[in-house]
Every structure is written in structure tokens, then in C-alpha cells.
């Protein structure tokens, strides 16, 4: 065999296996496959293996049979009450019909577009019709139930199969939440300051009645003084009065006693007295007691 037999040899083998190698093509598990001939469908296949087709005329588009997430981004909803959302939600979806996939959406990023689409609109429609309360309520569960019906619905026009759709998290707006937020603190601050001036007035009330009681207190306390006081006095002239009629003499000395001690008690007091006063009467005298 000479050489160009060799090269044209060569060259055959090498486009027999270029030829079978564009003939293949390998299903998995976890997939599904169209296969286009000229850009259109002409069959569907579903099962794994091994599989062939027209080298150069047909081409081949694999789908997902898995279970798939979508996960967009919160969405502003407006509630039938006029309250606002920030809806956070999440949707589980599986290719089933990779025909009309095909046909509708093409790719697998299109049709998350779609079907988030088709999320959001079924939210607003179905958000819409109710209230704040309802939604916090026990017909949250009736709700989401609304919700993934009215999603499935559309989604199977793309030859989606749904199977939840879930809010994870509807918060009111940043902007709402800080008007909420200023508004009970100027009504906490309302009710404080409320608080306080009844307090005070309360402690006012308080105090008046605390010094009038005070008052009426101390009057009576001195009153009651002022009679005890003056009966005593009464009690101590009439003892006086008693003793002096007794022994009118032994009154005259105990007077003058007092008279010396209240005199002499201080030491910056000077009297010069003639040793003739009456005030040394009792001096150098001696009293007979009980006379």
C-alpha cells in the first residue's frame, strides 16, 4: 500500500468516525431531549441511553426533568385594604411537556422570565382581593392555595408543571415601616407626656391635701396644748393659792428663794443692794415649817 492509499485511508476513517460521532448523542437520567431537523421539532425523547440521529441535519435541545427553584426578587403588591408588601416568594417547578417548552419559551432562562412573570401577576391578582388581616389570619393557607392554582394554570401554557408556590416573607415598605415607626413614637411620647401631667397633677392634689391635713393637724395639736397647757397653769395657781393660804409665810420664803436663784444664777449679772433690802430679808432668818 503506498503512501496516498494510506492518507486516503486516513482521511476515510477520519470522516466515517467525524460522521458517527455527530450521529450520537447520549441521553441522561436527569434529562429530556427534542430533536430538530432544520430548526423543528420531530421528535421528543424521554428516555436515557444511547440515542441517534441525521449527522449535520438535525441537532439536539436538552431539558431539566429534575425539579426546579425560582427564587425572584421581592415585589411591591398593593392589598384590596390599600396596604402595601414587599412579597418575597419561591416556586418549585418541573418540565413536563418539552414540546410546547420548546415552542413557547425555547430556553430554560426565557422560561424563568415567563413563569415569574406569570408568579408576580397571579400574586397582585390574588393579593389583591384580600385584606391585611386576612392575609395574617387562618385564611393564609386558602391563599397560598389561590395563589399556586392560579400559577399552575398559566404555567402549563409553557409546558411547566408547578408544584408549590410559597411566600417566604411579606414586609411592609422601608419607607411605610418608618412612618409606622415615627408615628408610635410621637403617640408613645403623646401618652408619656399625658402620664406625666396627670402624675403631676395627681402629686399637686397630693400635696394640697397633705398640707391641709398638716395644717388642721397642727392647729388641733396646739389647741389641745393650749387647753392642757392652761388647765396646768389653773392646776399650779390654784396649788399655789391652796399653799400660800396655808402658810403664808413659808410661800413668802420660797419666793424669795427663787427670786435668789434666778439672780444669782448668772454670771454676768452685778446687782448692788443694801444690806438692808427687803431682798435679804430671809437672810440669817430661820423658818419654822409647818407653823
Do not use: C, H
Not at 421528543?44 to 444511547?50: N, P, S
Not at 426578587?73 to 414540546?99: M, W
Not at 392634689?205 to 391641709?212: L, T
Request: charged share 30%; aromatic share 8%; proline share 3%.
Amino acid at each position: 500500500m503506498n503512501d496516498k492509499m494510506k492518507i486516503a485511508l486516513g482521511v476515510a476513517v477520519a470522516a466515517v468516525l467525524f460522521v458517527l460521532f455527530n450521529s450520537i448523542y447520549i441521553v441522561r437520567q436527569t434529562e429530556q431531549a427534542i430533536v430538530l431537523q432544520f430548526g423543528n421539532p420531530v421528535r421528543v425523547v424521554k428516555e436515557a441511553g444511547l440515542k441517534f440521529k441525521i449527522p449535520f441535519i438535525q441537532n439536539v435541545v436538552f431539558y431539566d426533568t429534575r425539579l426546579l427553584n425560582l427564587d425572584p426578587p421581592a415585589q411591591e403588591v398593593v392589598l384590596n385594604d390599600k396596604k402595601r408588601l414587599d412579597v418575597d416568594s419561591f416556586t418549585r417547578y418541573r418540565i413536563i411537556d418539552p414540546l410546547r417548552f420548546y415552542k413557547t419559551v425555547r430556553t430554560e432562562i426565557q422560561a424563568r422570565s415567563k413563569l415569574e412573570e406569570i408568579v408576580n401577576s397571579s400574586l397582585r391578582k390574588v393579593l389583591g382581593r384580600i385584606t391585611l388581616p386576612q392575609l395574617l389570619s387562618q385564611k393564609r393557607t386558602q391563599i397560598m392555595s389561590d395563589i399556586s392554582q392560579a400559577v399552575k394554570i398559566d404555567a402549563e401554557q409553557i409546558g411547566v408543571s408547578v408544584a408549590d408556590v410559597r411566600i417566604r416573607r411579606a414586609d411592609l415598605p422601608l419607607e411605610v415601616l418608618q412612618a409606622i415607626n415615627a408615628r408610635m413614637k410621637a403617640e408613645r411620647e403623646r401618652d408619656a407626656k399625658e402620664f406625666r401631667a396627670t402624675g403631676q397633677q395627681e402629686a399637686q392634689k397630693i400635696r394640697a391635701a397633705a398640707e391641709k391635713d398638716k395644717a388642721v393637724i397642727i392647729a388641733e395639736a396646739e389647741k389641745k396644748a393650749q387647753i392642757i397647757r392652761g388647765q396646768g397653769d389653773k392646776t399650779a395657781i390654784s396649788i399655789w393659792n391652796n399653799a400660800a393660804s396655808i402658810d403664808p409665810e413659808f410661800y413668802a420664803f420660797y419666793r424669795s428663794l427663787e427670786a435668789y436663784k434666778k439672780a444669782l444664777s448668772s454670771g454676768d449679772t452685778s446687782l448692788v443692794l443694801s444690806p438692808n433690802s427687803e431682798f435679804f430679808d430671809f437672810f440669817g432668818k430661820t423658818i419654822p415649817i409647818g407653823k
